[in-house]
């Protein structure tokens, strides 16, 4: 009996890590923060729930007649793996602007998403 105990306690520590090591980045805060409203800001800063591969993450920002926003290559904060930031290269006019980030996190599973926030 207690044999089996063991075995079933250590098989649910297995599957409990497992389930870990399957996680994905998912963006749990952004700045300018999603469906808010600010002033032109100068940089998109997202934080993932695990760190991030900045050379294999990407982000467009789309205004809503259309046209792109010109963005710097993506970087993560230094000691700060999940926070991917893009800088913007021009100042942003006031609108609704989209934001369409994909992400890869260091354990190499994509994740992508979408949201939007308004420049006053």
Same mark, same amino acid.
């Given at each position: 009996?207690?044999?089996?105990f063991l075995?079933? /306690? !250590?098989?649910l &520590? #297995? *599957?409990? /890590? !497992?389930?870990? &090591? #399957? *996680?994905h /980045?998912q963006?749990e805060k952004?700045t300018?923060?999603?469906?808010?409203?600010?002033a032109p800001?100068?940089q998109?800063?997202?934080e993932f729930?695990?760190g991030v591969?900045p050379?294999f993450?990407?982000v467009t920002l789309?205004a809503?007649?259309?046209?792109?926003?010109e963005?710097g290559?993506?970087?993560?904060?230094?000691?700060?793996r999940n926070?991917l930031?893009?800088?913007i290269?021009?100042?942003?006019?006031?609108?609704?602007?989209?934001?369409?980030?994909h992400a890869?996190?260091v354990?190499t599973?994509?994740t992508?998403g979408?949201?939007?926030?308004?420049?006053?």
């Amino acid at each position: 009996m207690q044999k089996t105990f063991l075995e079933i /306690a !250590a098989s649910l &520590a #297995f *599957a409990f /890590a !497992a389930t870990s &090591a #399957f *996680a994905h /980045a998912q963006l749990e805060k952004a700045t300018p923060p999603v469906g808010g409203t600010v002033a032109p800001p100068s940089q998109l800063r997202l934080e993932f729930s695990e760190g991030v591969e900045p050379r294999f993450s990407g982000v467009t920002l789309s205004a809503a007649g259309g046209g792109s926003a010109e963005l710097g290559k993506p970087t993560v904060e230094p000691g700060h793996r999940n926070v991917l930031i893009v800088p913007i290269a021009k100042a942003l006019s006031p609108g609704v602007y989209t934001v369409r980030w994909h992400a890869v996190s260091v354990d190499t599973h994509h994740t992508q998403g979408t949201f939007e926030f308004t420049v006053k």
